[in-house]
C-alpha cells in the first residue's frame, strides 16, 4: 500500500520556522519525484517545491526561493521541506506528492501519482 505521512506542521509568528517530513511507503522510492504543494482557503493547490530522488534536482516556486529548502533521506524514504522566514501569507495545508519519474512542470499538482493527507501550517502577523 502506497502511503505518503506528512509531520511538522504547526502554529508559528511570522519570521519564524519550521521543517515537514514527508515519510513515503510503498513504492520504489528512488523512481519518483516528491512535491510539496499547498493551499490556502479558497485557493487553488500550488506547487512549492519538488526534487527528484534519483538526482537531487530541485525545483521552488518563485514566492519560496531563498527562504524553503527541500532535502531527500533516500535511506529513511523521507522527504524534508525545511521552511525559514515564514509569512502570513505561507498559512495553508501543505500537501506531499509522489511523480513517477519527472515532469516538465515539476510544480504543477496534475501529473502527480499518489498524495498525502496534509499537514496545516498557520503563520501569525
Known amino acids: 500500500e502506497v502511503q505518503l505521512v506528512e509531520s511538522g506542521g504547526g502554529l508559528v509568528q511570522a519570521g519564524g520556522s519550521l521543517r515537514l517530513s514527508c515519510a513515503a511507503s510503498?513504492?520504489?522510492?528512488?523512481?519518483?519525484?516528491i512535491g510539496w504543494f499547498r493551499q490556502a482557503p479558497g485557493k487553488e493547490r500550488e506547487g512549492v517545491s519538488c526534487?527528484?530522488?534519483?538526482?537531487?534536482?530541485?525545483y521552488y516556486a518563485d514566492s519560496v526561493k531563498g527562504r524553503f529548502t527541500i532535502s531527500s533521506d533516500n535511506a529513511k524514504n523521507t522527504v524534508y521541506l525545511q521552511m525559514n522566514s515564514l509569512k502570513p501569507e505561507d498559512t495553508a495545508v501543505y500537501y506531499c506528492?509522489?511523480?513517477?519519474?519527472?515532469?516538465?512542470?515539476?510544480?504543477?499538482?496534475?501529473?502527480?501519482?499518489?498524495w498525502g493527507q496534509g499537514t496545516q501550517v498557520t503563520v501569525s502577523s
Open positions: 506528492a509522489a511523480l513517477y519519474g519527472s515532469s516538465w512542470y515539476p510544480l504543477n499538482p496534475r501529473p502527480y501519482d499518489y
Open positions: 526534487i527528484s530522488s534519483s538526482d537531487g534536482s530541485t
Open positions: 510503498g513504492f520504489t522510492f528512488d523512481d519518483y519525484a
